[in-house]
């Protein structure tokens, strides 16, 4: 399943975070790769840990302790710090997936990543390419997005980001564990809580029925989630 997140970052917010990581120093994106990414990646990467990419990454993780939508799409247990990278003319990320378990370098801090995440922080129309492909069962799909704006997508996911012809591709990226492991599971939240929230909207809060599915959908997340 592959969920946007509109506006996770408003205009201010992408403005301070570009402020933030453009006067910064930017390093070969293969720093955090694997062996065989290595072979497919073409990029240019903030140092991870590095001041900017700590202060820019506060932003983006308050925006994420901020958004109903991103928390009901991915019921996240651990949220890697978020990452930053940029494609200029003629860079490129080949067809890769990402790896299984994210450890953070001199920390005991460890993930396994089920949910994959893009935030894009530059204007789709100041370049040309930089589109990330997607495979999924029911064939690619293309995702090129306004900035501030963020895909969720399955970290098992085969994808790739096309080369840039024109213009800078500038964003962040970051995986997170769920605390439902099961996509199949997180799927069947996903759908009734965009149910209730819908019924909340039509019959409002005090509804009987919108009450009883409510519990059913603390009740499941009971059930699957762990903590
Ligand atoms: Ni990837």
């Known amino acids: 399943m592959m969920i946007s997140v509109p506006n996770l970052l408003d205009a201010e917010g992408v403005a301070a975070v570009r402020a933030i990581i453009d006067a910064a120093d930017w390093i070969d994106g ?28 506060a932003i983006i993780l308050k925006a ?21 990278n940029r494609y200029g003319e003629g860079q ?35 370049y040309d390419g930089g589109v990330l492909t997607i495979e999924d069962v029911f064939g690619s799909q293309q995702v090129k997005l306004p900035a501030g704006h963020a895909v969720v997508y399955p970290s098992s996911s085969l994808h790739h980001v096309t080369p840039v012809t024109r213009g800078t591709r500038v964003a962040s990226f970051f995986w997170l564990q769920s605390m439902v492991r099961d996509a199949g599971a997180r799927r ?28 059913l959908y603390h009740n499941l997340l009971r059930h699957w989630a762990d903590s």
């Open 30 to 57: 293969n720093a955090t790769s694997g062996p065989q990414s290595a072979l497919a990646k073409k990029n240019e990467q903030l140092a991870e840990g590095s001041p900017a990419a700590r202060e820019a990454a």
């Open 64 to 84: 994420l302790g901020n958004s109903p939508l991103f928390f009901s799409a991915a019921l996240p247990l651990k949220v890697y710090p978020p990452l930053f």
């Open 92 to 126: 490129t990320f080949g067809t890769h997936v990402d790896n299984a378990i994210r450890i953070q370098r001199g920390s005991d801090f460890r993930l396994r990543s089920d949910l994959s995440v893009t935030l894009f922080l530059e204007d789709p129309d100041a």
């Open 188 to 215: 069947m939240l996903w759908d009734l809580d965009q149910s209730v929230q819908r019924l909340t909207g039509q019959l409002g809060g005090a509804d009987r029925s919108v009450i009883e599915l409510t519990g």
